[in-house]
């Protein structure tokens, strides 16, 4: 822990250095644009331009009622147009070494619409160490929905100042209106603070509060005992397997290498193990859709990259353990029931045994793609529980339509879904509902709408539909994952 403490404190020290020497190259700031350059109170606007170390954002500039605006960490890259601004066009300027930038660019406010509060999804750290006194300093990060540029992070009900560093619009919301959602969703952000003096092994309540005084949600952020527990990124699976391996035995050999699989400790990894049934092998085409959806999920993570990295081990050089004809049967249970005379069933606890190392049990998922499923027969699929470790895709018996890459895509996502907690309606065990939102103890993503056309899943807005959206039959991602509203039966629609 000491070194780690040293190394932390040097990192720090290099950071300040880097620092120094930029301020000793601080220019006169240039202004090109803004982006956008028209919207509501309240929109972030990211600055384009030169020389915006130190500088700062003039609103109204040269005009009785300039006013310096928050932006984010020593730099004016970015900054929210001012609650009470009037509409029209404001004047910006960018202020630094001692003198305003030449170029001037007006900001046209329009008419307020909708101002969500703000939504706190995720919280994690970076640069965490434990001194000598037992003390933990770290750099803690709120993860989030429509955060303001200058919003502050409370901790245990008590502001601390933070500093904005990373934005991901949400370009669907141009072909929206944001009055028809419940919760539109302008954009992701990351703010930051530093953290010291705290004890490890305790718990801290998170929110984050807006400029106009609006708090978001709150989430408890579990310090870490010591490093070994020490999870940066918040997937479950702590710094220490992701850089060094896990050991499952304990024997002092890595027994799953974790970063010779591109496991990182700064960006959520998802790892699950997939085996089949040769007459409903997967389609090969939707495994690099699958990854995509997740690369481009709007979660924002500790070093600032945008997405989850989720590694399927289907065999074929992709992990090793998976890809495994397992034996045909007519449907594949959670028990050892044969509730339908004449045909076969396998246990799917026997399946995992006999195909999946145990070594594993603590960083895959497992899932099998089988021929029908012997709890209800026709269905897509099914999750060994809320919050669980395992799940199998049962659309052999589909015929074409099991294998279309859409379908088998979207129920792989969906059983996947529950395994991560995530129940019909998200929190509600509800069918029909348009949104279906990860919140689990290892994730906490955004949430997107989205409807399922021939070849594959639009996403069309963010935020939760109102309710008399219920009445139609739609396909809800969570941010990165397709997600039916329950479960899909052969020839009868949504269940």
Known sequence: ?????????????????????????????????????????????????????????????????????????????????????????????????????DNTVNFAVTAGGVRPNPRLDDVTVSFFSIDSANKATMILMAHGANIDVGAKIHINGVAQTAFFSRLLRNQNMNAADPSTLGYPIFHYATIWSILADQTPGTDVTVSVENLDGAVSNSLIYHIADNLDELDSDGDGLPDGWETNGYDADGDGSVDVDLPALGADPLRKDLFVEVDWMNAAAPNNTIWGAITDAFDNAPILNSDGSQGIAIHIDRGAGSGGGGGDIIAYADGIRYDNLTPIPGLTYTNFYTV???????????????????????????????????????????????????????????????????????????????????????YSTSYHFGRCIASLLPGGAICLDAGTLQSTARRTRIVSVFGWCILFGGHLFAGSGVA
């Open 1 to 101: 822990m000491k070194n780690s403490a040293v190394f932390s404190k040097m990192l720090r020290f290099g950071l300040l250095l880097v620092l120094v020497v930029e301020i000793g190259c601080v220019k006169k700031p240039i202004l090109n644009d803004l982006n956008p350059n028209s919207g509501q109170p309240g929109t972030v606007v990211e600055v384009q331009g030169q020389h915006l170390t130190l500088a700062s954002v003039r609103w109204d500039a040269n005009t009785p009622a300039e006013q310096t605006l928050p932006s984010n960490f020593l730099s004016s890259r970015f900054f929210s147009v001012p609650i009470g601004a009037t509409l029209g066009a404001h004047p910006v300027r960018l202020y630094g070494d001692g003198q305003y930038s």
């Open 352 to 438: 995992k045994q006999n195909n999946f190392d145990a070594d594993r049990l603590n960083v895959y998922r497992y899932c099998v793609f089988a021929w029908d499923s012997g709890h209800t027969t026709g269905s897509s699929g099914r999750a060994e529980d809320i919050l669980a470790n395992d799940f199998f895709v049962s659309l052999g018996s589909w015929g074409a339509d099991g294998q279309r890459a859409d379908i088998q895509t979207g129920t792989f996502m969906h059983e996947l879904g529950h395994t991560l907690n995530l129940r019909h309606g998200g929190f509600e065990e509800e069918n029909l509902t348009p949104l279906f939102s990860l």
